[in-house]
């Protein structure tokens, strides 16, 4: 404000200054009228004429920092939203629209200090709103909180008559969640904010509110049922589209690649199909889907997981060859094997071999001794033989005795 016409400027507003300043409200206050929700009221100043029509002016300022939500309105309160974790504070002034020369008045303040110890409140609250269905926020304890904080998640939005309780809660490597059903009917096209809070029974614990824009928050369901065709040298995708979109509000992102290159193409669809022209008939394709909501509906920029991922058509690689050569003639091999062993015990019944009656008799005069000694190894094997060779013995020699027997009988 330099030179004569700042100074002429400080002059005139000197003399309107001088002339009429406006008296303040007065009685400025607040009350919850919802959780996150604040009301700021306060009364009239006095003596103000008609003519001057009357307007408040208010202003927010958060951590001393303005917040460039200055308003102004001729009724006697304002409702806000409001953080809890941080100072706000609240001013107001009365104006007058037309009378300009009565200056407005004095800023009347009053503020809202947080509660509970700093370093508390949760933090990194974050949330998603998925396929329309229901809202799943996630934050961390804060830093100067104990573990086993029991933080609650309320929330509330206009069109519910009282704020409700979340009750899903998860644990998960220190960050706590928690999910709520959140829908509207299908037709509906502008959603409310919603609020949310989050607390603790102690007061000690810092409350922590946050207000979200729904729509910035949508992530749509992954795709399911992909299925593909292939006829011609065209593959044809096809999969189930969310139930819970109004129609036109999801477009698709298809990803394929063809098993022998690296490089993937990405197409952009807005129907749930579309088809590939041309493609190598003695290829393998992989593909996956993901949707993402269309910017006219919803301002998310979130997409939905992918698909799992599906494929069509064989490719015959290097490494089944191989097998193929290393199988078959190890296959034969093995199968003539098997017949050669097979044909001898066919033989082996058909004709069974002749009992030698010179080698019964060489046993019955020459193998005596024999037997005693075998006998007194008492091997199991040897047992057996003997067995089969007292048998052979006693059906041909009934009165011989066997020696073997009383042999055992003192081994024992
Ligand atoms: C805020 O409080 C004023 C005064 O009590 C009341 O007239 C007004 O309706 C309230 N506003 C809301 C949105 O509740
Ligand atoms: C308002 O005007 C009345 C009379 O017109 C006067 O008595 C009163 O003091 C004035 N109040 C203020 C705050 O100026
Ligand atoms: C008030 O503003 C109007 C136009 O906005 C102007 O014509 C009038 O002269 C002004 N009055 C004073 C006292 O400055
Ligand atoms: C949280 O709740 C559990 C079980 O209800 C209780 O054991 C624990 O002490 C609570 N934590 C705090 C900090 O109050
Ligand atoms: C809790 O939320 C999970 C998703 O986070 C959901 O799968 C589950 O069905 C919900 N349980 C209840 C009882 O709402
Ligand atoms: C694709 O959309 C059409 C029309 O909405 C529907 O009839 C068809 O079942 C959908 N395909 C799949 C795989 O769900």
């Not at 202003?59 to 939203?81: A, G, H, L, M, N």
């Amino acid at each position: 404000m330099d030179g004569p016409a700042g100074r002429l400027l400080l002059a005139v507003c000197w003399a309107a200054a001088e002339a009429k300043v406006l008296p303040p409200p007065s009685n400025l206050d607040y009350s919850f009228i919802q959780i996150c929700t604040l009301n700021w009221t306060w009364s009239p100043p006095e003596n103000v004429s008609h003519s001057c029509g009357l307007e408040y002016s208010s202003d927010i300022v958060i951590d001393e920092v303005p917040q460039d939500k200055r308003e102004w309105s001729k009724s006697r309160f304002r409702v806000t939203e409001t953080f809890l974790n941080e100072e706000m504070r609240f001013r107001v002034r009365s104006e007058c629209k037309y009378d300009n020369a009565s200056e407005p008045s004095q800023w009347v303040e009053t503020s809202l200090r947080p509660k509970g110890i700093p370093g508390t409140a949760a933090v990194d609250l974050s949330c998603i709103w998925h396929n329309l269905e229901y809202m799943a926020c996630t934050w961390r304890p804060g830093e100067k909180a104990s573990s086993d904080t029991n933080y609650t998640l309320f929330y509330w939005f206009n069109g519910l008559k009282n704020h409700k309780k979340c009750n899903n809660y998860s644990m998960h490597q220190e960050i706590f969640g928690c999910a709520f059903n959140f829908s509207f009917p299908k037709v509906t096209s502008t959603y409310p904010a919603i609020r949310i809070l989050i607390k603790d029974d102690s007061e000690e614990i810092r409350p922590l509110c946050a207000s979200k824009n729904p729509t910035t928050l949508v992530k749509p369901a992954t795709p399911r049922q992909v299925t593909l065709s292939k006829s011609n040298d065209e593959i044809y995708v096809e999969w189930s589209e969310s139930d819970t979109f109004p129609e036109n509000c999801l477009f698709y992102e298809v990803v394929y690649h063809n098993g022998d290159k690296d490089t993937a193409q990405k197409i952009k669809v807005e129907s749930n199909y579309t088809s590939i022209p041309s493609v190598d008939p003695n290829s393998k394709y992989i593909f996956k889907v993901r949707a993402k909501p269309k910017p006219e509906c919803y301002s998310s920029k979130l997409y939905s997981d992918w698909s799992e991922e599906k494929s069509i058509g064989e490719k015959v690689d290097s490494t089944f060859y191989f097998v193929l050569i290393i199988i078959i003639p190890l296959t034969v091999a093995l199968s003539t094997i098997i017949l050669l062993v097979y044909l001898k015990r066919l033989k082996i019944l058909i004709l069974p071999p002749i009992p030698d009656p010179r080698e019964i008799l060489k046993r019955m005069f020459g193998e005596q001794n024999e037997d005693s000694q075998s006998c007194a190894k008492d091997d199991s094997v040897n047992a057996y033989d003997r067995l089969v060779k007292e048998e052979e013995i006693h059906s041909l020699v009934i009165t011989e005795t066997p020696e073997c027997a009383n042999a055992e009988k003192q081994n024992r």
